[in-house]
Nanobody, 122 residues
Framework: QVQLVESGGGLVQAGGSLRLSCAAS????????MGWYRQAPGKEREMVATLREGGPTTYADSVKGRFTISRDNGKKTVYLQMNNLKPEDTAVYFC????????????????WGQGTQVTVSS
């Protein structure tokens, strides 16, 4: 099993900043992909930012220039720095990680965290 634990959510005023963290643990040989998604009440879960090993970093158009995704490989942790937050950023933010549990390419994982609430007041 691969576990993901998010932290850093909370209540902030519009224009403020928050930094989310997501730490992976368990049987992990390699993490190929880490990303942040969010889900607002009554809406579908949407991609916020993704970071693929050796590949491009992607952002939702709505967060470009305000959010930054980064990764600490040694700590198996991904971060989401969120600046200039807006009320429409209010949502539960979920971390996703994909990779290999062992050297065997058939032993893959695709894990989700439990989510952390971000609330931006106007």
């Amino acid at each position: 099993q691969v576990q993901l634990v998010e932290s850093g959510g909370g209540l902030v005023q519009a224009g403020g900043s928050l930094r989310l963290s997501c730490a992976a643990s368990g049987m992990i040989f390699r993490i190929d992909f880490m990303g942040w998604y969010r889900q607002a009440p009554g809406k579908e879960r949407e991609m916020v930012a993704t970071l693929r090993e050796g590949g491009p970093t992607t952002y939702a158009d709505s967060v470009k220039g305000r959010f930054t995704i980064s990764r600490d490989n040694g700590k198996k942790t991904v971060y989401l720095q969120m600046n200039n937050l807006k009320p429409e950023d209010t949502a539960v933010y979920f971390c996703n990680a994909r990779g290999l549990r062992t050297l065997n390419f058939q032993n893959q994982f695709n894990s989700w965290g439990q989510g952390t609430q971000v609330t931006v007041s106007s």
